[in-house]
């Protein structure tokens, strides 16, 4: 079983920044693909960044060129960091880890203020 805990969100003005920490725990050797899914309100859950163990990279049309998706394998830890954040980043991102099959976080909260 993976555990993932999510940190790191809150309540920012548009145009500022924040960073998602999420940490793995469990019984575990290594984990697959790690990423990053948001659902705003009323929508679906979307991806917003993935990265493989190897650090390969994804993200959506969206927050190309905003966001930054990394990884420390060895903490077993995945991050995002946020910059020019706009009102549409608000929802709640969920951290997603794979290890033949998905584990996700609870959510945590990103509010962008207009």
């Known amino acids: 079983q993976v555990q993932l805990v999510e940190s790191g969100g809150g309540l920012v003005q548009a145009g500022g920044s924040l960073r998602l920490s999420c940490e793995a725990s469990g019984s575990f050797f290594s984990l697959d693909d790690m990423g990053w899914y948001r659902q705003a309100p009323g929508k679906q859950r979307e991806m917003v960044a993935t990265i493989t163990r190897e650090g390969s990279k994804n993200y959506a049309d969206s927050v190309k060129g905003r966001f930054t998706i990394s990884r420390v394998n060895a903490k077993n830890a995945v991050y995002l960091q946020m910059n020019s954040l706009k009102p549409e980043d608000t929802g709640v991102y969920y951290c997603?880890?794979?290890?033949?099959?998905?584990?996700w976080g609870k959510g945590i909260l990103v509010t962008v203020s207009s």
């Open positions: 997603n880890a794979q290890r033949g099959t998905w584990y």
